[in-house]
């Protein structure tokens, strides 16, 4: 049981690149085949952090695993998305690099800091997340942007706000901070509950 957590964390990895030429090499025919891998991506995302902690295994090296491969998923998602809409993709090219710039932000502060690349699982972040998953399915599914992609938008700006305000509150580098609130409570001596969200 204990090595499940990083046999669902090596699945979405290789999902990825699979992603990735599907969409490069298939384009259009491809669509519905790269959903139903998202799909599954997020199911071994969400079962990882459940069966890891229930069998005793959500230590920091997993934690930060699990963030490195749900970066390199996501990627593989958007460079899908980019592949099959790229008109599209263009057309809302300032809103995309705004969250990419963001995304390296929350890591270059983190490495400066305590040389370390963040791994908050935030609860901001898990909504994003969820937000992509919607964002994705009206992209490569419908090849429609509209309120979802919008939304994801609103809540990237959030969840990395709150991820570099966790970063810059905590006196010491920690994974799975909620909020930072969570973070500001730490710097104030008060002890850490365990998360008992869904990753």
């Given amino acids: 049981m204990k090595i499940i957590p990083y046999l669902l964390i090596a699945t979405r990895f290789l999902l990825a690149p699979i992603i990735f030429f599907l969409a490069y090499l298939k384009g259009e025919e491809s669509r519905f085949v790269i959903l139903a ?6 199911l071994t995302d969400i079962f990882d952090g ?20 749900d970066l390199v998923f996501w990627l593989s998602l958007g460079l899908a998305t980019y592949f099959l809409n790229t008109e599209l993709i263009k057309s ?5 690099t705004l969250i990419f710039i963001m995304e390296a932000l929350c890591y270059i502060i983190s490495i400066l800091k305590f040389g370390k690349e963040t791994c908050t699982h935030a609860f901001l972040s898990k909504m994003w997340g969820l937000s992509l ?13 509209g309120w979802a992609f ?3 938008i609103i809540l990237g700006i959030v969840s990395h706000i709150d991820v570099i305000l966790i970063i810059l509150i905590l006196p010491k580098w920690q994974y799975d901070i909620p909020s930072f609130y969570h973070a500001w409570q730490i710097r104030h001596g008060k002890q850490r509950k365990k998360t008992t969200f869904f990753n």
């Fill in 50 to 69: 459940i069966i890891a902690r229930k069998v005793g295994v959500s230590t920091e090296k997993l934690r930060r695993l699990d963030s490195q491969v």
């Fill in 92 to 96: 809302h090219w300032q809103s995309i």
């Fill in 150 to 152: 919008h939304l994801t």
């Fill in 37 to 42: 891998l998202m799909f599954i991506g997020l």
């Fill in 133 to 145: 998953l919607i964002a994705f399915t009206y992209l490569i599914g419908f090849q429609q942007a």
